[in-house]
């Protein structure tokens, strides 16, 4: 098991109702297995698109990056900043 | 100088970090919030600790591509007023030519890469996030 | 705001001239003295009254290739001392494509075609004319 | 005949020892006869190059473009501006 940090941002976090919060996956898991966890926990989530942007540990990645106890994986909505 | 600030920024002290006197050009770009669509304010969101370290390495990207440039960033937090900067690139190089491609550099990556939201607020006291194609979309229920 | 001028230029003053709330980028070049070669200071001279003329020239063509945008520019004259500026332009325009392209326009457009001459002052208090190559050629005679 | 303001700029007034002068050249005329004019009466300006830089009526000119009484043909060192 690994217990990883969720946090959500600006459409996303109203989505969710909340903007931090922390979901456990089974090990070996990936950020794809983290967001199908949490569309199950936040059901609002599920308004998100399919393939919604993530990072993890504060870096862009894949949804088949493999995630590890103690990380942070969040979701962003598309950018808008500049 | 800090990344992200909450107050009104000052090109001045972002041209100070950049310029020396080997350092004959010097290229800014300011974004500033437009009254698109009755727009009066825009509220800026950003994954700050994420933010922070995206710009650190946009800016180290910069530099290794222009060794001899320089060039510092800030962007506002928070509501920022119509035709207030939001961000602001300041990019010396002994020439113009690598001033200039330094900060288009670095403002097209921060568009793509640096995790920031906005949400404009209108004459009408609603409120809609921004998303990239430049549409505003749902909601901004969260505040309202 | 005039385009030529005897004093330091003040960026925030040029900045206000052509942003607006319509106009949410803008881009600034500014062409400081460096300390080439044992540079401390450049003597800028002009024909002013062409200068004055190509330089309302070209802000035209800016505004006609990009409509939307804003150009202003002031050039110094006369002795400018290391590491400021002798040339400022700013572009605002409603997007920052317009904006960057009609600033670099205006600044390539003032090189090629605005009648300005530098002559360099050394440490050793030699002067030299500049030539368009960036070399430093004959004389300086007439001041020395 | 025309007269024909001329104006030295930088190091070609260097050369020709002054910033101003006005010179007479039978009409039609040139802006290459005005300089041609202008090195018998300035020798110094001999040592600009053979097709200088030149204005009329502070316009950039070929050497081709015809002048009248009363305009003014600058000289102009390389161009170092901005």
């Not at chain 1, 940090?5 to 990936?30: H, I, K, M, Q």
């Not at chain 2, 800026?44 to 530099?63: D, G, K, P």
């Not at chain 2, 007023?81 to 288009?104: K, L, M, Q, T, Y």
Request: include cysteine; proline fraction near 6%.
């Amino acid at each position: 098991m690994a217990k990883v940090s969720v946090r959500f941002f600006a459409r996303y976090a109203e989505l969710a109702g909340c903007d931090w919060s922390a979901v456990n996956v089974s090990t070996p898991a990936t950020v794809g297995d983290v967001i199908a966890r949490v569309r199950e926990v936040f059901p609002g989530t599920q308004a998100m698109p399919p393939r919604p942007l993530a990072a993890l540990n504060r870096r862009q990645v894949k949804h088949d990056a493999l995630v590890n106890d103690g990380d942070e994986v969040a979701l962003l909505p598309p950018l808008s900043g500049g | 100088m800090t990344h992200l600030t909450r107050h009104p920024i000052d090109v001045g002290d972002l041209l100070a970090t950049v310029q020396s006197a080997e350092r004959g050009g010097t290229c800014v770009f300011l974004g500033t919030v437009r009254n698109d669509a009755d727009v009066t304010s825009i509220d800026y969101a950003a994954y700050e600790a994420m933010t922070f370290e995206e710009i650190e390495r946009i800016l180290a990207e910069a530099h290794e591509r222009w060794p001899e440039s320089r060039v510092m960033l800030q962007h506002r937090l928070g509501l920022i007023p119509v035709g207030e900067a939001s961000i602001a690139i300041a990019a010396a190089a002994p020439h113009r030519d690598a001033a200039f491609a330094a900060c288009r550099y670095v403002i097209e990556e921060v568009k793509k890469r640096v995790p920031i939201w906005k949400k404009e607020l209108h004459v009408d006291g609603s409120a809609t996030w921004v998303d990239p194609s430049g549409k505003p979309v749902a909601g901004g229920l969260r505040d309202r």
